[in-house]
T-cell receptor, first 114, second 113 residues
Framework: EAGVTQSPTHLIKTRGQQATLRCSPISGHTSVYWYQQALGLGLQFLLW???????NRGNFPPRFSGRQFPNYSSELNVNALELEDSALYLC?????????????FGPGTRLTVL | TQLLEQSPQFLSIQEGENLTVYCNSS?????LQWYRQEPGEGPVLLVTVVTGGEVKKLKRLTFQFGDARKDSSLHITAAQPGDTGLYLCAGPLSLSSARQLTFGSGTQLTVLP
C-alpha cells in the first residue's frame, strides 16, 4: 500500500512569490492535515481538511490556504511569501473511525524563501 | 487547547547507554501517541497509549502512560545510532476535537557510535 506522497520535495521561491504544495493521502483516508515544521523542531498545525471541507485552521495568516479535491488529495497555497515561511511542510492523512486519530505522514516539502 | 511539553529538548548519548524522555501536560489526555522523525523524513508513528498506567514495549523502547493520563515517558535501553531522531508526543487537541492532534516540541536524540 502506497504511503502519503508529497510534491515537490524541494521548492525555492523568492519573497512575494506564491508557492503551491501538493499531497496525496493513503488510499481510503479522507482527512488531510498540513503542518509547518521550522528548524527541525515541533509541528505547528496549519490546516485540516476532511471530505473536501476545511475543518479547522491553525494560528496562521490568511495567505496560507488550501483545498481538498474529490479524490481527497490536497494542496497548500502560500501567497506573498516571507522569509520566515522557510520550513518543512508536512502533510498527514487519517481516516474516519480511527479512534485515536493516528496520523500517517508524508516526507514533506522543504520550502526555501530567498 | 491542551498543551504538551517535552524534555529534554536535546539529548546526546553514547551507543549502549539508556535514556528516558518525557512528555508532560497539565491536562488529561484520552490517549497519547509517540512518533519518531528521522532527518529528511516525516514523523512515523511508534505507539499509541490509551489507558492510565499502561506500558507498551517496542523492542528496546518502553512507553508508559501516567496513571493520571497527564504524562508519558519513553525509555530506550542500550541505545543505538539508528535510534537517532526527533521524538514527538502528540495527543487530541481538546476533548471536543479528538480528530485533531497537538504535538509537543520534541526531543532531539543523537546516539553517537
Amino acid at each position: 500500500e502506497a504511503g502519503v506522497t508529497q510534491s515537490p520535495t524541494h521548492l525555492i521561491k523568492t519573497r512575494g512569490q506564491q508557492a503551491t504544495l501538493r499531497c496525496s493521502p493513503i488510499s481510503g483516508h479522507t482527512s488531510v492535515y498540513w503542518y509547518q515544521q521550522a528548524l527541525g523542531l515541533g509541528l505547528q498545525f496549519l490546516l485540516w481538511y476532511d471530505e473536501g471541507e476545511e475543518r479547522n485552521r491553525g494560528n496562521f495568516p490568511p495567505r496560507f490556504s488550501g483545498r481538498q479535491f474529490p479524490n481527497y488529495s490536497s494542496e497548500l497555497n502560500v501567497n506573498a511569501l516571507e522569509l520566515e515561511d522557510s520550513a518543512l511542510y508536512l502533510c498527514a492523512s487519517s481516516w474516519d473511525g480511527n479512534s485515536y486519530n493516528e496520523q500517517f505522514f508524508g516526507p514533506g516539502t522543504r520550502l526555501t524563501v530567498l | 487547547t491542551q498543551l504538551l511539553e517535552q524534555s529534554p529538548q536535546f539529548l546526546s548519548i553514547q551507543e549502549g547507554e539508556n535514556l528516558t524522555v518525557y512528555c508532560n501536560s497539565s491536562s488529561v489526555f484520552s490517549s497519547l501517541q509517540w512518533y519518531r522523525q528521522e532527518p529528511g523524513e516525516g514523523p512515523v508513528l511508534l505507539v499509541t497509549v490509551v489507558t492510565g498506567g499502561e506500558v507498551k514495549k517496542l523492542k528496546r523502547l518502553t512507553f508508559q502512560f501516567g496513571d493520571a493520563r497527564k504524562d508519558s515517558s519513553l525509555h530506550i535501553t542500550a541505545a543505538q545510532p539508528g535510534d537517532t531522531g526527533l521524538y514527538l508526543c502528540a495527543g487530541p487537541l481538546s476533548l471536543s476535537s479528538a480528530r485533531q492532534l497537538t504535538f509537543g516540541s520534541g526531543t532531539q536524540l543523537t546516539v553517537l557510535p
